[in-house]
């Protein structure tokens, strides 16, 4: 069975950092599109970050480019996000997911895309 850990989630001060991390298990994540989606209380999940497998290319949402980096360590299975200079706007739930049918991504990601799902990690900025 297809599983996704999440974790690194956690309280920071505005204009700090965090690394958020997802392994996976049942899967060769080399061969597949990974992402990470957000969601905040009252609003729509949104995709942040995605990385494809066929060439290494990444893109990310306008709001966090410049700030977060996705990365993946494919021998691991594990992906990763790397977030800088963080803002309150960014408090919500982590998801990392993976697309079964995609090497490489398509932005904006679509949450009905993903096959697999990390729970999720609470990541809160305070002011």
């Known amino acids: ?3 996704f850990v999440a974790s690194g989630g956690g309280l920071v001060q505005r204009g700090g950092s965090l690394r958020l991390s997802c392994v996976g298990s049942g899967v060769t994540l080399g061969d597949y599109a990974v992402a990470w989606f957000r ?3 009252g609003k729509e ?3 942040v970050s995605c990385s494809s497998a066929s060439d290494g290319s990444t893109d990310s949402a306008d709001s ?12 691991k ?10 803002k309150p706007e960014d408090t919500a739930i982590y998801y990392c997911a993976a697309n079964m049918m995609r090497r490489r991504c398509v932005w904006p ?10 729970q999720g990690t609470q990541v809160t900025v305070s002011s």
Do not use: H
């Open 109 to 118: 990601p679509t949450a009905y895309e993903y096959d697999y799902w990390g």
């Open 39 to 41: 969601q905040a209380p």
């Open 64 to 75: 966090v480019k410049g700030r977060f980096t996705i990365s993946r360590d494919n021998a």
């Open 1 to 3: 069975q297809v599983q």
């Open 77 to 86: 299975r594990t992906v990763y996000l790397q977030m800088n200079n963080l």
């Open 45 to 47: 999940r949104e995709g």
